[in-house]
């Protein structure tokens, strides 16, 4: 099919992204057809394989696009902070605004999980690495909001991670869970998982850094 017909324009390919975003998140991978697609998007059947190849070239460039998305919210936002204890705080700041604007991220990706990891081993890992990744940068914004490395941060990370997919849960069965109250708590975990891991010397150093993540 020639390239006049159907052109690669960003628009039309994001369009299609955003409208499996929403199906896929909302109906499952498995029920959303690509003629649900095609209407949902408003862009021909023969166009959307044009641009993917097929469903699970569309699957694979939406699971990289959330990832994208996700990763760079996190750092861009702990990354806007002068003071180390801001930086953290605008790192969680960032989780919450996933979640409040972009639920679809964490939504798809869980599903995804559940739905596609076992059967699609190539999405499994793919989704695999995305969780790596976030807990990567999780990691990376922990050292540079404290100015030094945290003793089996991975942990703290996985555990923030946890508790953010703990939260798109809930909301997605109750939406009057209040996200003041849920991130509140998260911080006052990641500022004890914190200091719990710091040398005595530095303790009371970060933990004047850190105070403002338990007083908010």
Do not use: C
Request: glycine share 6%.
């Amino acid at each position: 099919m020639g390239r006049g017909r159907y052109q690669k324009s960003d628009a039309t390919r994001e369009r299609i992204l955003d409208a499996a975003a929403e199906l896929f998140s909302q109906r499952g991978y498995a029920a959303t057809g690509v003629d649900r697609l095609a209407e949902r998007s408003g862009i021909a059947k023969t166009a959307i394989y044009y641009h993917f190849g097929n469903k699970e070239g569309l699957l694979a460039a939406l699971v990289e696009r959330a990832a994208t998305l996700w990763t760079e919210d996190i750092r861009e936002s702990a990354s806007r902070g002068s003071d180390p204890a801001e930086r953290l705080d605008r790192a969680l700041s960032g989780m919450r605004t996933m979640v409040e604007e972009k639920p679809w991220i964490l939504r798809l990706l869980l599903l995804l999980a559940l739905e596609v990891a076992d059967s699609k081993p190539e999405i499994g890992a793919v989704l695999q690495s995305i969780f790596v990744r976030a807990r990567d940068t999780i990691v990376a914004g922990l050292r540079d909001a404290l100015g030094r490395d945290v003793a089996d941060a991975e942990s703290v990370a996985m555990v923030m991670l946890g508790l953010l997919q703990g939260v798109v849960i809930g909301r997605q069965l109750d939406a009057s869970i209040s996200l003041d109250k849920a991130f509140d708590r998260i911080r006052e975990v990641t500022a004890q998982m914190v200091l719990h891991r710091i040398d005595d010397e530095t303790r009371l150093a970060t933990e004047t850094r850190i105070a403002a993540l338990r007083s908010q």
